[in-house]
C-alpha cells in the first residue's frame, strides 16, 4: 500500500476520471498526494450517493475543475475552506445537479 502512495505521489498530477480500488480511502488518497493533483475534471461527475466531507482537502494546486461535481446527487459539503486561487472564476457545470449551494462553493481566484 505505501508503495502505491509513493507512486501515485510522485506520478500523479491528474485525477480526472480516477476510479480507486475499493480498498482505498479517497479522502486518505488525497490527503496523501498533498497539492501535487492540478486537474480535478469530472473526478465525482455522476458519483450519485457520494457524500463526503472534503473542506480539509488541499486543492491549492489544481487549475481545472471543470464538472468536478456535475450530477453528484447526494452531495452536500461546504467548500468554501478550500483554496481556488489558480481558477479565477466558477469551472463549467462545477456543481450542476448537485445539492451544493453557491454560498458553499470556494471563492474563485481569491489568494489563499
Known amino acids: 500500500m505505501l508503495l502505491f502512495f509513493s507512486f501515485l505521489m ?5 485525477l480526472s476520471l ?8 479517497l479522502e486518505c488518497l488525497f490527503s496523501e498526494l498533498k497539492s501535487s493533483v492540478t486537474n480535478m475534471e469530472a473526478m465525482f461527475q455522476n458519483a450519485s450517493s457520494f457524500t ?5 482537502w488541499n486543492v491549492s494546486s489544481v487549475i481545472n475543475m471543470v464538472s468536478l461535481f456535475e450530477g453528484a446527487a447526494s452531495f452536500t459539503s461546504n467548500l468554501t475552506d478550500w483554496c481556488v486561487e489558480k481558477i479565477p472564476t466558477e469551472p463549467e457545470d462545477f456543481a450542476t445537479g448537485s445539492q451544493v449551494d453557491e454560498s458553499a462553493f470556494p471563492v474563485w ?3 489563499c
Open 10 to 14: 510522485s506520478h500523479v498530477s491528474s
Open 52 to 56: 463526503s466531507t472534503l473542506d480539509q
Open 18 to 25: 480516477f476510479l480507486c480500488p475499493p480498498f482505498i480511502c
Open 109 to 111: 481566484g481569491q489568494t
